[in-house]
């Protein structure tokens, strides 16, 4: 499984535990940044994971801010994402088996290092349930896109 992750400055040291905990799942990680703690803007974050994930050149991707809520905003307004914002193993599982979320979306300021790193590993081995009723609501949130 290949991964791209992302964060901004309020995010940087959740995203190195995040990485960490990839690793135990071999997943490959591509990382767009941040490095530091200097300021950066979460939608230009947001975009660059969320292009690899429309683009197939990553699986899934993961979005980190102070909050995860204006990340995971902005990586909604791309066409083709399923971000879900996360702080809990239950919904991170029902984002995957349910909503097919393809962007993990969490708070750096939020979020505690082992919360975080149970989220991650529940979104990870979680796979979507394929039901008729899930898969006709994604189809009905993909035609949401299109409309103005």
């Given at each position: ?41 979460y939608p230009d974050i947001a975009e660059k994971v969320c292009a ?70 529940a979104w990870i081995q979680t796979d979507f349930s394929h039901g ?17």
């Amino acid at each position: 499984m290949k991964i791209t992750i992302g964060s901004d400055h309020g995010a940087v040291a959740l995203k190195e535990e995040v990485k960490k905990v990839l690793a135990e799942f071999g997943v490959e990680v591509t990382d767009v940044g941040t490095f530091g703690t200097d300021s950066v803007d979460y939608p230009d974050i947001a975009e660059k994971v969320c292009a690899d994930v429309v683009s197939n050149t990553a699986d899934r991707g993961i979005v980190l801010c102070g909050t995860g809520i204006g990340i995971s905003i902005a990586a909604n307004k791309i066409k083709g994402i399923r971000c879900a914002l996360c702080n809990d193993v239950f919904s991170a599982k029902m984002s995957r088996e349910h909503n097919n979320a393809n962007v993990l979306a969490m708070g750096g300021r939020v979020l505690g290092f082992g919360s975080a790193s149970e989220i991650v590993r529940a979104w990870i081995q979680t796979d979507f349930s394929h039901g008729e009723r899930h898969t006709r609501r994604i189809e009905k949130i993909s035609a949401l896109e299109s409309r103005p």
